[in-house]
T-cell receptor
Framework: NAGVTQTPKFQVLKTGQSMTLQCAQD?????MYWYRQDPGMGLRLIYY???????DKGEVPNGYNVSRLNKREFSLRLESAAPSQTSVYFC??????????????FGEGSRLTVL | GEDVEQSLFLSVREGDSSVINCTYT??????LYWYKQEPGAGLQLLTY?????DMKQDQRLTVLLNKKDKHLSLRIADTQTGDSAIYFC??????????????FGTGTQLKVEL
């Protein structure tokens, strides 16, 4: 199993450009998440999707949109990129099966630089 | 909202024990986690502890939980160079719409020196 797959792994954008980060999981998980990681700030939740067909804002949603395309896929879109969105973005997923202990499963990250 | 704090850096000599500390604010936490991030990689779950436990041991890893002080620690015995990584403490929160959220600390960069 691939687990959680993110594309692209690296991207450089100019201010004002748009792009979409793609995420897919093959573990049949219900919930999916987008986090960003910045030095000295840990991981902060941007958006999450508790189940297919639902999405909700996290701590830092401004400047982002998401789409839960189906159970497997959850994309993150930057409509007009800003230098403050330079970060490493992580997609994660989780299940809700009986006995689940709450852990998230992470992709390898997408490193975005906005010039 | 929930806050999770860690010190940013820890340096130890190979073979020594490492202790990484974390404090959290949510008194209703049910699970607390330690994740490891190696350079250029995503986060991997190392271990977790349920809130009704004081201690959990898993090979070289020992997790201690002090609920009264809202303090969590991770002890790595016989630290090796392969343990060099960033270690994140995280707190579980069940979401009203379903699913769950983890609130992460800032991460502690562990450097193991020969």
């Amino acid at each position: 199993n691939a687990g959680v797959t993110q594309t692209p792994k690296f991207q450089v954008l100019k201010t004002g450009q748009s792009m979409t980060l793609q995420c897919a999981q093959d573990m049949n998980h219900n919930s999916m998440y987008w986090y960003r990681q910045d030095p000295g700030m840990g991981l902060r939740l941007i958006y999450y999707s508790a189940s297919e067909g639902t999405t909700d804002k996290g701590e830092v949603p401004n400047g982002y949109n998401v789409s839960r395309l189906n159970k497997r896929e959850f994309s993150l879109r930057l409509e007009s990129a800003a230098p403050s969105q330079t970060s490493v973005y992580f997609c994660a997923s989780s299940t809700r099966r009986v006995g689940y202990t709450g852990e998230l499963f992470f992709g390898e990250g997408s490193r975005l630089t906005v010039l | 909202g929930e806050d999770v704090e860690q010190s940013l850096f820890l340096s130890v000599r190979e073979g020594d024990s490492s202790v990484i500390n974390c404090t959290y604010t949510d008194s209703s936490s049910t699970y607390l986690y330690w994740y490891k991030q190696e350079p250029g990689a995503g986060l991997q779950l190392l271990t977790y502890i349920f809130s009704n436990m004081d201690m959990k041991q898993d090979q070289r890893l020992t997790v201690l939980l002090n609920k009264k002080d809202k303090h969590l620690s991770l002890r790595i015995a016989d630290t090796q160079t392969g343990d060099s990584a960033i270690y994140f403490c995280a707190d579980f929160e069940r979401l009203t719409g379903g699913g769950n959220k983890l609130t992460f600390g800032t991460g502690t960069q562990l450097k193991v020196e020969l």
